[in-house]
């Protein structure tokens, strides 16, 4: 019986379950070293920063739906899209960190300086921002995420 199988096919076709596919994306992340390279580092300061830009947000956003100005409704569902824009990025990029096995752990302040330290495939240091820097990301970031909302790409 074994000799008409081999003739058939059935045995040379080999699958991956689902089950396996993360013990097989896992087996090249082991290779990798550890030290983050520059798109990673990247996406650990923008990880950092996003949750920033979402507060600001969501205070003008509470703000606008506050006031009594003539155009209030719309400038509140118009924050309202940034921000589920800003909320998307930041559910990719943690995705992102999690494939790659990197992860963000405490933070803390030291002359004016915010660290964040982190762990990247064991690969553990920290990442240091001032003030100055994390307002003019974030104004980036802003600035990316409202072109977005007002000039969606085109097909």
Request: hydrophobic share 35%; net charge positive.
């Amino acid at each position: 019986m074994s000799k008409k199988l081999e003739g058939n096919g059935r045995r040379s076709v080999k699958m991956l379950l689902t089950d396996h596919t993360a013990k097989y994306e896992q087996r090249d992340l082991t290779k990798r070293s550890g030290k983050p390279n520059a798109d990673e580092l990247l996406w650990i300061r923008d990880t950092i920063l996003l949750p920033h830009l979402m507060t600001m947000l969501q205070r003008a956003h509470d703000e606008v739906k506050r006031s009594e100005m003539t155009l209030h409704q719309v400038m509140a569902q118009f924050l309202r899209v940034v921000m589920d824009h800003v909320t998307l990025d930041m559910f990719n990029l943690r995705r992102q960190l999690r494939q790659h096995n990197i992860k963000l752990l405490t933070e803390e302040t030291q002359d004016d300086i915010f660290y964040h330290k982190y762990v990247c495939r064991g690969y553990e240091d920290r990442f240091g921002m001032t003030r100055e820097v994390m307002r003019g990301e974030i104004g980036n970031h802003l600035k990316r995420f409202v072109n977005q909302v007002l000039r969606p790409p085109t097909k």
